[in-house]
């Protein structure tokens, strides 16, 4: 992919902070979150598909909003919270701050659309002279007046490109940009995925009642006080440590104000709750093989599994 996904958190913060100061948000907005990357997976399939490998990477390159790092800012005791979404190439995709019910009514000013516009077009770094504003919301709240408009243009395979800005008052208080794949492309590919899950359905259809099977003759040989537990137990074991090791990399600390190693032990008992069944029909399918081993095979290890 023409991007990199590979950032340290503390480059993602310092351009979150740049861009932030860029919109304006010059107060203590608090500590970070850890940078999480995600992917939509379906446009940039769409884009492949549609648009040719060459012409998705270079638009992907160019700021297409269909990657990105995200995170949040918040400070102790404070329940205000500010997002903001990057592109890889440091382009804003997304800003978000929060406003509770009970703050204070932020200084009142008319926003006209063509301000709101420009302001849109020079944050998110696209030119939206062209593109059509299909919607403009002013909405009365008990202590403020919040004002959204959101623009769109359409290429003639039926991409969307869509921007929206919103304010409360005169303050600015989201900016959101993403790309809309036609949603004839979608239902066009709903049945490629509904063939590879029934094929995943036959497999479960031929392999559980072998795994039943397996735990019948786990239970009946334990009980009969002929089942080995200890080596079993260490291969079992072993596969379900290293199941767990693998998604190591895939951990976040996601709020800050809560300690990384709480967030981490929360994740292991996750996981651990998750694919606990794997060890425990692992163990049981290797103890009711080497029992049949034992009994049919004179000792052959591993053939009757």
Known sequence: ???????SDAEIERRARAMLQTIGVREDIGQASRATVSLEEGLVDYLDDRLGRQEAQRRIGAGAPVVRYSLSFTRPGDPHRTTIDLH?????????RSMEDDDPSPPEREIAEPEARATLSRLTGI?????????TVRREQP??????FVYEQVEPSGLRHRAAIGYAGAELMRV??????????????????????????????????????????????????????????????????LLILSHLPRFYASDPMTPDALELARYLIGLANQYGWTFAVLFAVISAGDALDLEVRGGSKGATL
């Not at 202590?143 to 959204?148: A, G, M």
């Not at 959101?176 to 359905?201: K, M």
């Not at 039943?212 to 079992?236: K, Q, S, W």
């Open 176 to 241: 959101v940009r993403n790309d809309v794949a036609p949603p004839g492309y979608y239902r066009s590919t709903q049945g490629a995925s509904q063939a590879r899950e029934a094929l995943g359905l036959v497999g479960v259809g031929l392999l559980g009642p072998l795994v039943l099977v397996g735990i019948g003759v786990f239970l009946l040989r334990l009980r009969g006080g002929t089942a080995r537990l200890r080596m079993p137990g260490l291969l079992a074991g072993t596969a379900f440590l």
């Open 88 to 96: 890889p190439n440091g382009s804003l995709i997304v800003f978000n």
């Open 143 to 148: 202590n403020r007046i919040e004002r959204s």
């Open 1 to 7: 992919m023409n991007a990199d996904v590979r950032l």
């Open 127 to 135: 030119s939206l002279s062209d593109w059509r504003n299909i919607s």
